[in-house]
T-cell receptor, first 112, second 114 residues
Framework: GENVEQHPSTLSVQEGDSAVIKCTYS??????FPWYKQELGKGPQLIID?????GEKKDQRIAVTLNKTAKHFSLHITETQPEDSAVYFC???????????FGTGTSLTVIP | DGGITQSPKYLFRKEGQNVTLSCEQN?????MYWYRQDPGQGLRLIYY???????QKGDIAEGYSVSREKKESFPLTVTSAQKNPTAFYLC?????????????FGPGTRLTVL
């Protein structure tokens, strides 16, 4: 089955700096990679996703990159703000199934 | 939280009692899921259902049961056989839009077994 690893588990950055979270996956058949943001006591919310036929996708201050050959993908947050503080999860899935496989999460703290 | 409701938000039960967590969605999504979240362990899949009256076990199904009698409802029962039931439980649903399979989550239920 699929195995998704996520690093780092905790990350602290100064407000205005960039944050990068990295994930690797094991199943080369995985082709859809969403990222979720979870605030304390709430359910995860989809913030950006990427498919395997695309190398990079941007949405304002967040971007995701994908390296299919190396089987890793990353979330980049630029100009971080205190409200970016949350736990971020990466996930992987494939068209042939409905299961999503999650990383263990990264707790991001943006220091004002 | 995208049209997925979970109730209650907090639930307390005595050890040895079965408890049922509610999950309802009005998004007309076919697939629904239950995850368990423990600190430092991410999201672990308990059960999922792709259509009404059908469901499959996830990675940690032991001690749990589900039903899917209606498209919009996917209740989870935590039985007394679950050895460590205290956790944050998340329900989700998904839909395929073109070449994307988007999954959305409810707000979660925090279950504490005393």
């Amino acid at each position: 089955g699929e195995n998704v690893e996520q690093h780092p588990s905790t990350l602290s950055v100064q407000e205005g700096d960039s944050a990068v979270i990295k994930c690797t996956y094991s199943d080369s058949a995985s082709n859809y990679f969403p990222w979720y943001k979870q605030e304390l006591g709430k359910g995860p919310q989809l913030i950006i996703d990427i498919r395997s036929n695309v190398g990079e996708k941007k949405d304002q201050r967040i971007a995701v990159t994908l390296n299919k050959t190396a089987k890793h993908f990353s979330l980049h947050i630029t100009e971080t703000q205190p409200e970016d503080s949350a736990v971020y999860f990466c996930a992987a899935s494939k068209d042939t199934g409905n299961q999503f496989y999650f990383g263990t999460g990264t707790s991001l703290t943006v220091i004002p | 939280d995208g049209g997925i409701t979970q109730s209650p938000k907090y639930l307390f039960r005595k050890e040895g009692q079965n408890v049922t967590l509610s999950c309802e969605q009005n998004l007309n999504h076919d697939a629904m899921y239950w995850y368990r979240q423990d600190p430092g362990q991410g999201l672990r899949l308990i059960y999922y259902s792709q259509i009404v009256n059908d469901f499959q076990k996830g990675d940690i199904a032991e001690g749990y049961s589900v039903s899917r009698e209606k498209k919009e409802s996917f209740p989870l029962t935590v039985t007394s056989a679950q050895k460590n039931p205290t956790a944050f439980y998340l329900c989700a649903s998904s839909i395929r839009r073109g070449n994307r399979n988007e999954q959305f989550f409810g707000p979660g239920t925090r279950l504490t077994v005393l």
